[in-house]
Structures are given as C-alpha cells and as structure tokens.
C-alpha cells in the first residue's frame, strides 16, 4: 500500500484515518428487477481491494496535511492559487494568491487584501483535474505534447444509512449494469 512506503508507522498511529479493512469484494451485475452476482475470479486483479481499508478521503486528506506541516511543508488552504510565478529562465519558482475582499464588480471593499506570492524550491499544483493554472503549465511547457487526451469521469457520492443488522464492515460491493444503457461504462 502506497500510504505503508509513505509514511511507514501509520497503522501504529491511534489517529490514523484508515481503520476498517476491506473484509471482502462482492460483484453484481444490475438489472431493472435484481443483481447477478459474478464470480471476482473473472474480473481484473485492479478490482480485488484484499488488504486495502474502507475510509473518508476527506479524513485521509487531512491526516495526510497534518503530518506533512509536521515535516515543515507550508499548506494554504482556502486560498486559491491565482498566477504562476517564473523566473528569469521561465522555470516555475511560486504561485501568488488571488485577491481578498473584492466585490462582483472586481473592486476592492473595504476589507480587501492583496494576493500573497509564494515562492517555493517545488510547487504542486493540486488544483483538481480542471484547474486552470495546470492547464496554463501545460501549455506552456507543451507537457502533453506526446501524450494522450486528457479524459473525465463523473463521480456522484450517496451516503445511506444502513439497518445495522444488514451492515457488514468491510464489504465492498462493485455493481455494474442498470440504470446504465449497455454502450455506457460505469457502475458502483
């Protein structure tokens, strides 16, 4: 598991944010009255999740923030990077905050506060499959010159609560099938 060489103590620690772990997969595929369970043995080893854990990627996110600025990295959050910064050989040395305090018609009110410039030896862009300042280092760096299209999932969170006698801790259930019309990839 990634998180193992990452941070090789973190199933020690009491405040980790991965506890359950996947007891087991089960494969259905949907029609419009019932499933079909398929057998995992037929399906791609990338489905088989044995030794992964069950948890909130919100949590693993902020786990993963608290013991990063423990090691000394500096994280902004709710301050969305606005510009690229370059040096003088058009290498990438920072970001700069968007203003503060603007009104929609992109005059500054009265608690209005300049961007911030972050100059940094490394800067991730980790602004989402959409992020516009990706884009702009892409162009203009031509990084996806000998690459492939880019390409886009949809994915939809639904939180159930479940009769506690129907629960099972640890099971992963994958569907694939109904509602999606047969050319449509997707599942559950």
């Given at each position: 598991?990634?998180?193992?060489?990452?941070?090789?103590?973190?199933?020690?620690?009491?405040?980790?944010?991965?506890?359950?772990?996947v007891?087991?997969?089960?494969?259905?595929?949907?029609?419009?009255?019932?499933?079909?369970?398929?057998?995992?043995?037929?399906?791609?080893k990338?489905?088989?999740?044995?030794?992964n854990?069950?948890?909130?990627?919100?949590?693993?996110?902020?786990?993963?923030g608290?013991e990063?600025?423990?090691?000394?990295?500096?994280?902004?959050?709710?301050?969305?990077?606005?510009?690229?910064?370059?040096?003088?050989?058009?290498?990438?040395?920072?970001?700069?905050?968007?203003?503060?305090?603007?009104?929609?018609?992109?005059?500054?009110?009265?608690?209005?506060?300049?961007?911030?410039?972050?100059?940094?030896?490394?800067?991730?862009?980790?602004?989402?499959?959409?992020?516009?300042?990706?884009?702009?280092i892409?162009?203009?760096?031509?990084l996806n010159?000998?690459?492939?299209?880019?390409?886009?999932?949809l994915?939809?969170?639904?939180?159930?609560?479940?009769?506690?006698?129907l629960?099972?801790?640890?099971?992963?259930?994958?569907?694939?099938?109904?509602?999606?019309?047969?050319k449509?990839?997707?599942g559950?």
């Amino acid at each position: 598991m990634g998180l193992d060489h990452l941070l090789p103590d973190w199933r020690g620690d009491p405040d980790r944010p991965l506890k359950t772990k996947v007891a087991k997969d089960e494969f259905l595929f949907l029609t419009a009255r019932r499933g079909v369970r398929l057998p995992a043995v037929a399906l791609p080893k990338l489905m088989d999740n044995h030794g992964n854990f069950v948890g909130s990627l919100g949590n693993v996110c902020r786990y993963l923030g608290r013991e990063a600025e423990a090691l000394g990295v500096e994280i902004y959050p709710g301050f969305p990077a606005a510009e690229m910064l370059t040096g003088d050989r058009g290498e990438v040395v920072g970001v700069a905050t968007g203003d503060m305090g603007t009104g929609k018609d992109g005059r500054p009110k009265p608690e209005f506060a300049r961007g911030m410039e972050l100059h940094a030896k490394y800067t991730i862009l980790a602004e989402g499959e959409r992020g516009s300042l990706t884009k702009q280092i892409i162009d203009r760096y031509g990084l996806n010159k000998d690459s492939d299209h880019q390409k886009y999932g949809l994915g939809v969170k639904e939180l159930w609560q479940v009769r506690p006698e129907l629960f099972r801790s640890g099971l992963v259930r994958h569907t694939m099938g109904w509602p999606l019309p047969n050319k449509a990839g997707g599942g559950s």
